[in-house]
């Protein structure tokens, strides 16, 4: 079982930055993607930015000029740098690893991780 702990959350003046890390352990298998979602209160949760296994990266279009994905794939770790950050930039932000497997018989397994959540808040 894989395991995903997230940090660099907080509180932050509209304008600033911060830095989002996500630390994946256990059984991961083969990592397809890794990637950052986000959940405002009394909305569904929204894909942020994910980075692939080849590095390919895909944003949304309200994050892409101040939001970068990055990964440290010796550590499996993802980061999130976060700049410019607006109100509306306010939510829990999750990381996600998407993983695979092929078994000995040829039967593939895919799996989704999400990690505990952290908070980001950027004041009016």
């Known amino acids: 079982q894989a395991q995903l702990v997230e940090s660099g959350g907080g509180v932050v003046q509209p304008g600033g930055s911060l830095r989002l890390s996500c630390v994946a352990t256990g059984s991961l298998w083969d990592i397809e993607s890794m990637g950052w979602y986000r959940q405002a209160p009394g909305k569904q949760r929204e894909m942020v930015a994910v980075?692939?296994?080849?590095?390919?990266?895909n944003y949304r279009d309200s994050v892409k000029g101040r939001f970068t994905i990055s990964r440290d794939i010796d550590r499996n770790t993802v980061y999130l740098q976060m700049n410019s950050l607006k109100p509306e930039d306010t939510a829990v932000y999750y990381c996600n690893v998407e993983s695979s497997r092929t078994s000995d018989i040829g039967e593939n397994y895919e799996y989704d991780y999400w990690g505990q959540g952290t908070q980001v808040t950027v004041p009016l």
């Open positions: 980075i692939s296994s080849s590095g390919a990266t």
